[in-house]
């Protein structure tokens, strides 16, 4: 826990240069590690790959929560989360250029590639320490049984909740400030570990919309009727 924020030792490819880090580097740890928020077919090329699938209902509402917080154009305007899902924007834009359908579909057509790893975010929050014994045999790293209990202990939504702003991106706030590459104020800083979003429940109307949206946006390209499909897929390692 030796960083004031974690994108200080896992860069996020997409700010590095903003942030003036050096992607090639060395870093701390190996093997190195870094986050980013492409699909599959916009990221580096050349690593391994770690990615997470969630249930597109707990997704709407998580990030919408998110950005309402934050007080960004488009949600803060939005009552609710009905209200932001009626404008159409979950499914026509991404904050990285894609939808979060076309993420399903690219992460089921990798699925079976050796330098990935699909996890399911369910599964691991009933019982992480199977995938994180999986995780660190992907990485080819050394794992003893108390290991795996530090890294359960760490990984808990309490512990990063105590900890919130070593993971609230003041990182990356601070050093394009410094390095001179800020175009326009910061949005508000907020955690981003929290329980807010269960206060926003989807209405009957949303949850048939985001049904309709996986039968027009996925299933074609995957022959999976439900997001309940893919991730059961995924944990039989089908």
Known sequence: MNFSEITEVQPWIEFAWDCGQDLDATQRTFP????????????????????????PEATL???F???????IPGFADCEDVNAYAQTGDFATKGAWGATIWEYYVETWMVRRLPEVLVLVYEAMRRDVRPYLKQVAEFMEVEVTESKLDVAESM???E??????????????????????????PFPKRVSKVNATHRREVCDAETRLWLARMWTERVEPHTG????????AAILAGR
């Open 159 to 184: 512990f990063m909740a105590a900890n919130s702003h070593r993971f609230d991106d003041n990182f990356i706030e601070k050093r394009t400030k410094e390095m001179g590459r800020v175009r326009k």
């Open 65 to 71: 929560s998110f950005q309402k917080s934050k007080g």
């Open 155 to 157: 990984s808990n939504q």
């Open 32 to 55: 190195r590690i870094f986050k980013s928020h492409q699909r599959f077919s916009a990221i580096n090329v050349g690593c391994k790959y770690i990615t997470v699938l969630r249930d």
């Open 224 to 231: 999976l009727a439900s997001y309940e499909e893919m991730s």
């Open 61 to 63: 509402l998580s990030w």
